[in-house]
């Protein structure tokens, strides 16, 4: 269908066309003059994502473009929830109005609560629009009582911060229960470790495990050092006690038995010269023979004792050696015993450690949701509160009338077109050939009718002829 049809086709049913029109105004008019006037009262509130922590730190960091957008629409959720306007039903006390108890009785039989009625039906007047470029949320409620509306709007948005709210301190008291009963149990674990740590200390004897490991380890070098001196004289004496008689050096060092040598080789000397000039029986030869005797009787004794101090000096030093090797032996038992009884200690320190640990982050977890629990801010702010509206948010007569002269406009050619549709007739020489799909022959003018038979103006002959 071109341009030329399709202003034809309106021409021909300008009257479905202007009725539609007519009636689509006059029921718009009506419904404009009758329906009651509403007011909208706006309030703003404005949320901060990085919302301060006085108890664990710095505020978080800057959210993402999504985070941000994703938590607002969580709070437009939230403002625009049951739960909310339940607040908002308490706070004003709707449910003990006698006129929306009336009207809950009379549309829901009384059915259900009064409570969750009136919290659907102010959820109906509400409208929540968060900013596109900021973090202001705007909570308008429209109502046929400016007053009211402002009212309504003010009440939604504390109910709103106060479920914010309560958002964070439910929880955290909650958690904070939990960890003031956990925090009696990890006390008793703590005092129980401590308890068998000064138990096995009293037990074992133990004051200052370091301190005394430190002791033992000096003595027990010590005796290392002791041992080491007693084995080289032990090895000293045994060498000694090899040689015997004359050869051992303590018989040739000993100054007593050089002494007795020295006078037996100056006696042998003058028994050498009287036997040269005297008799053995002679009386100086006998003196001198005995004085030898009693020389080589005492060399003997000397050297004996010499020999006989060498062996108990080697006795004695085998005997210390041994002696040093036991204390070496029990000083390193008594090092390892000192070392379990510290490793022992140890475990049962660490179990304090831990116990300790653990009950010094509950009681910093609980003063943190404690303190959370009891906090009276939140990350809300209301920026700007609802005033009582002085004009109606209803359109003007005059934005009705022509709204709804577009509007009848469109639904009076759609009305003309489906009645062509349902009575389809020719307007034009395309109508005809698209209908029949035949060329068309001739034109004829419109005529104006006559009493005459037949086409008057014109002869036989001009008349078409249809072959």
């Known amino acids: 269908m071109n341009i030329i049809s399709f202003f034809r086709v309106v021409w021909a049913r300008k009257t479905v066309l202007l009725i539609t029109i007519a009636l689509t105004v006059l029921i718009a008019v009506a419904a404009r003059l009758i329906l009651p006037l509403r007011y909208e009262a706006t309030a703003s509130v404005i949320v901060d994502f990085k919302q301060p922590d006085t108890i664990s730190g710095p505020a978080a960091s800057t959210p993402s473009s999504d985070q941000m957008t994703s938590y607002i629409a969580t709070q437009v959720d939230v403002l625009s929830s049951h739960n909310v306007a339940l607040k908002v039903v308490d706070d004003l006390k709707l449910a003990q109005d006698p006129a929306l108890h009336?009207?809950?009785?009379?549309?829901?039989?009384?059915?259900?609560?009064?409570?969750?009625?009136?919290a659907e039906l102010l959820l109906r007047g509400l409208s929540v629009t968060p900013s596109r470029q900021s973090n202001l949320i705007d909570v308008a409620y429209k109502s046929t009582d400016p007053e009211s509306a402002m009212v309504i709007a003010?009440?939604?948005?504390?109910?709103?911060?106060?479920?914010?709210?309560?958002?964070?301190?439910?929880?955290?008291?909650?958690?904070?229960?939990?960890?003031?009963?956990?925090?009696?149990?990890?006390?008793?674990?703590?005092?129980?470790?401590?308890?068998?740590?000064?138990?096995?200390?009293?037990?074992?004897?133990?004051?200052?495990?370091?301190?005394?490991?430190?002791?033992?380890?000096?003595r027990l070098n010590d005796i290392?050092?002791?041992?080491?001196?007693?084995?080289?004289?032990?090895?000293?004496?045994?060498?000694?006690?090899?040689?015997?008689?004359?050869?051992?050096?303590?018989?040739m060092n000993n100054p007593v038995i050089q002494s007795l040598k020295t006078d037996l080789a100056r006696n042998q000397a003058k028994l050498d010269q009287l036997s040269k000039s005297v008799g053995v029986n002679h009386p100086d030869y006998q003196r001198a023979r005995a004085e030898i005797n009693t020389l080589r009787e005492q060399i003997a004794r000397e050297t004996r004792n010499a020999q006989e101090s060498v062996n108990t000096s080697m006795r004695v030093a085998q005997q210390r050696e041994a002696a040093l090797r036991e204390s070496l032996a029990a000083q390193k038992q008594k090092l390892l015993a000192l070392k379990q009884n510290r490793d022992a200690g140890a475990v049962l320190v660490q179990d304090i450690a831990n116990a300790q640990k653990a009950y010094d982050l509950a009681l910093q977890r609980a003063t943190e949701t404690r303190m959370t629990s009891q906090a009276s801010q939140t990350?809300?702010?209301l920026l700007?509160?609802?005033?009582?509206?002085?004009?109606?948010?209803?359109?003007?007569?005059?934005?009705?009338?022509?709204?709804?002269?577009f509007l009848g406009t469109f639904l009076g050619l759609a009305l003309t077109f489906i009645a062509e549709f349902l009575d389809r007739r020719i307007r034009s020489e395309t109508d005809l050939t698209d209908v029949l799909g035949l060329p068309v022959l001739v034109t004829l003018n419109a005529i104006a009718p006559s009493k005459h038979k037949g086409l008057p103006g014109l002869s036989n002959r001009q008349r078409p002829q249809l072959n």
Not at 386 to 399: G, H, V, W, Y
């Open 102 to 118: 009336k009207k809950f009785v009379d549309e829901a039989d009384g059915k259900g609560d009064i409570r969750d009625w009136i």
């Open 154 to 218: 003010n009440a939604f948005v504390k109910a709103y911060i106060q479920t914010n709210l309560d958002l964070q301190t439910i929880p955290a008291m909650q958690a904070n229960k939990w960890y003031q009963s956990q925090l009696n149990e990890l006390r008793s674990q703590l005092i129980a470790a401590q308890k068998r740590l000064s138990d096995y200390q009293q037990s074992k004897g133990i004051v200052v495990v370091d301190e005394r490991l430190d002791v033992e380890s000096a």
């Open 224 to 251: 290392g050092s002791q041992l080491a001196a007693a084995q080289d004289q032990t090895y000293d004496s045994t060498s000694r006690n090899r040689h015997s008689g004359d050869q051992l050096a303590d018989v």
């Open 379 to 381: 990350n809300i702010s």
């Open 384 to 405: 700007n509160p609802a005033k009582i509206p002085t004009e109606p948010s209803s359109r003007s007569l005059a934005f009705v009338i022509v709204f709804a002269l």
